[in-house]
């Protein structure tokens, strides 16, 4: 328990080994506070980082995935925040006790590749930089390219073993030209694989820029630090069955949002699609995924409460 707050089933208790901070960046290691080691990840994975009062939010891991005693996270506090990286930057600090919860890879490198372009805008970079030691190792072609106007990972970039795939586009530089996608992706064949962690127009120009060229939509790999916008479609039923309750979600609403408002209990945590806490089975219908937690597969027969809507006029959940 944290407070009268439960630990999730899963979660461990790790500690803060060191923390180092990069402009409004806070980046920090964890390691086991116990005897039992931290599991293996691969390149691309996330933790759920359990802050006060139960808050959960996911950050990307952004060390080397062979580095297997400790993790390493980079959080960017962001003005808008809504109490997490706010939390992180008021609270983390070496020695301090936190709870994780296991790695998820939404992000994973793709096995087909024979050479990769890792485009990352801002504290994107993070999941890229763990690509960039998994690639470097592997002997595999590639490209990283950082775009930010205060680069504040590039004095640890430049030192890293990957030094020579690495193109830091400083934007806050008058005379530093902006970052064309249509370059970065022209000089490579079409079977190259791309990855673009960052802003929505920045991952939005990037794929723009693939189908202009001729890329394969299975090719243009992004992750999102927050779900689609909830706006945008026509108004649908929801029947929560094993409450028996009937909602009309409005054209600008969440399926959670038309829930609760009827009285039916959804549990809530990051309200941006990306922890998986309010994730239901679907019984009956075809969801609207706008979420950035769920894979494929699983997408077959869950949803994302908090932010997916419906393709069908009925959309019926075992809640």
Known sequence: MIGKVPVPSGFRV???????????????????????????????????????????????LCGDPMDSDRYQLAVLLDPQSRG?????????????????????????????ARCSILIGGGIGITPLIAMAYELQRAGQDFTLHYISRDPVFAEFLTRAPFVKSLVVHHRGKTDAPRFDPISALGDHDRETHVYCCGPLSL???????????????????????????????DAFTVLAARSDVRVIVG?????????????????????QGICGTCVATVIEGEPDHRDEYLTSEERADQIVLCCSRSKTPLLVLDL
């Open 251 to 271: 054209d600008s609403e969440s399926v959670a949002t038309a829930l609760k408002r009827a009285g039916v209990s959804v549990h809530l945590n990051c309200e």
């Open 14 to 60: 790790v500690k803060v080994a060191d923390v180092t901070q990069l402009g409004d960046v806070l980046a920090f290691t964890l390691v086991s506070a116990d005897a039992a080691p931290l599991p293996r990840w691969e390149a691309g994975a996330h933790v759920d980082l359990m802050l006060d009062d139960g808050l959960i939010r996911q950050y990307s």
């Open 203 to 233: 991952m939005n120009a990037v794929t723009d820029a693939g189908k202009t060229l001729g890329y394969a939509d299975d090719v243009l790999h992004q992750e999102a630090f927050s779900a689609q916008p909830v706006i945008g479609g």
């Open 84 to 112: 997490g990286s706010r939390v992180v930057h008021d609270r983390v600090r070496t020695g301090a006790i936190l709870r994780i919860g296991p790695p998820r890879n939404l992000f994973p490198l793709d096995p087909r």
